[in-house]
């Protein structure tokens, strides 16, 4: 089958550029036993990709090599077969990359009851939910009562971080960049939303959490970590899941003093999603359940074309995306 | 009997300077029942000292009111008594103030066995043997073959901390001011070393922790912290104990970027001892097992009388004690 696929042939130099990706037409290898061929319907751009394109061995995972297409995850059909549990039409999802076709075992991909639509599966079920999972409760560990500020609030990991705490019986304060974001959150059950373009963050994130923050789910860095870390009280807890703020930058902003962690017993913790590969399934499962029972709401921003990636990932980092960015193939 | 007591009377403008302070001579109070006079004869100074003599009802114990005696540790012994559990000549620790005698009830001071002097009871026991303790095995949860780099290491918490990392099987690199400490940290069992006055602190901790960090002992802040933080392991833990660089300041010292965070997956956390009472007990037993076994070393400065806390505790933030900082009375 010809394939096209988009290779990561730089690396950035701070910001995305086109030049770093290179658009080419390859036949998919034939099919050896158990794999299956998948055809992408449906590709999920994230923060998280960023920091793949980094020459950085350091860090959680390896990065993209150059000439290797360029990793994300996505939703597609089975076109081609050589695995009986993978029949024709199931529809899967698993880490495809910026390419039409995948070839995929058991192992690189998963069957998704086709009742849920592509959309939903990238934006709750996929990545997102599982982050916001994780961070909420396998980090902050909320409690009814509590309030907690979500940074990157109307992002696909953070409106479902809100949604979730709130089901907890918390109170949630987002912070987002834009009215249009502001009134959705408002819209899907945030008790305040907070726009860091217009508002004077320390003024509104000491308002609107008059009683102090015990939760900070933390996805931007910068000016908002400053205001909501200052608010902090005792035995508060921050997962730190993203930085967007400072992902295309070569002068990374500066940490607040840490004397607040001391007079405050605060608990800070980093986590990424590929340390805690045992407890996906159960994860995306309660998710599914969440989504089943409308409990929680997400919207999608499309972008059409595989090579709509290229230019649209860049939504990401200034916030000009309206919901989960996804690409149609 | 007549007292001299030495009150705080003033909060200190950044630094401590001797007018924050009034000595004045007054009777103690009779006996109630159940009660007894302890005369003092050892008194502690620690950093902590320095948060309590501000204005800060948001911290995590109340500061010390203008007009009342400071605030600290000592040892010392019973001279009269209503309280048979407290016969004279009784060797007690407790929270005694800048002063002489100070009257106590049975759960304000706590009987020590004689045969311990009274200055491994301050530098072994007291404050700073809980402190290690929980940092240590509370915070740290430290692994034999892991690195753990202790800052303000020759302090009295911090050479405790370095100990008894030793003894759970770590490497153990320490942070100190001074060759005089530096060498003194070699002798008590310290794998490495650093004077951070003399060593460029970002080469040294790299040099001297090749395999990276997995835990680290905060009593510092500033630049040891970014240079400590830039080269921990994934996975590993920072126990937020002091920030002695940063107490005599009105210029915080920044904190560094969260990137790290993520990227190595890090815990952070701050703790105090006044949260873990119901442990202390327990804690200083078992610091009194590593003592009476000769398994942890101290080494004490003195300073001769009551008044001598008055200038002496600024030798706390100049680095220029030697060992665990007591006034002997």
Known sequence: MKNTVINLVKRPNITITPDIFEQTSIETAPLEAGQFLVKQTHMSLDPAMRGWMNEDRGSYIPPVELGDVMRSSGVGKVVESNNEDFP???????????????????????????????????????????????????????????????????????????????????????VAGSEDKCNWLKEIGFDEAINYKTDDIDKAVAAAAPDGIDCYFENTGGAIQHAVFANMNAFGR???????????????????????????????????????????????????????????????????????????????????????????L
Chains 1, 2 share one sequence.
């Open 88 to 174: 024709v039409d199931t529809q899967v999802m698993g880490m495809f990359g910026w390419q039409e076709y995948a070839v995929c075992a058991a192992d690189t991909a998963k069957a998704i009851p086709s009742e849920i639509p592509p959309e939903a599966v990238l934006s709750v079920l996929a990545l997102p939910g599982i982050t916001a999972h994780q961070g909420l409760f396998g980090v902050l560990k909320p409690k009814s009562g509590e309030t907690i500020v979500v940074s990157g609030a109307a992002g696909s990991v953070g409106s479902l971080v809100g949604q979730m705490a709130k089901l907890e019986g918390l109170k949630v304060i987002g």
């Open 238 to 328: 921050i997962a730190v899941c993203g930085m967007i703020g400072d992902y295309n930058t070569d002068k990374p902003s500066v940490g607040p003093n840490w004397m607040n962690i001391i007079k405050k017993r605060l608990m800070i913790q980093g986590f990424t999603m590929p340390d805690h590969r045992a407890e996906w399934p159960a994860m995306t499962q309660k998710m599914a359940g969440y989504l089943m029972q409308g409990k929680i709401q997400y919207r999608c921003h499309i972008l059409d074309g595989l090579e709509s990636a290229i230019e649209g990932i860049n939504l990401l980092f200034s916030g000009g995306n309206n919901g989960k960015l996804i690409v149609k």
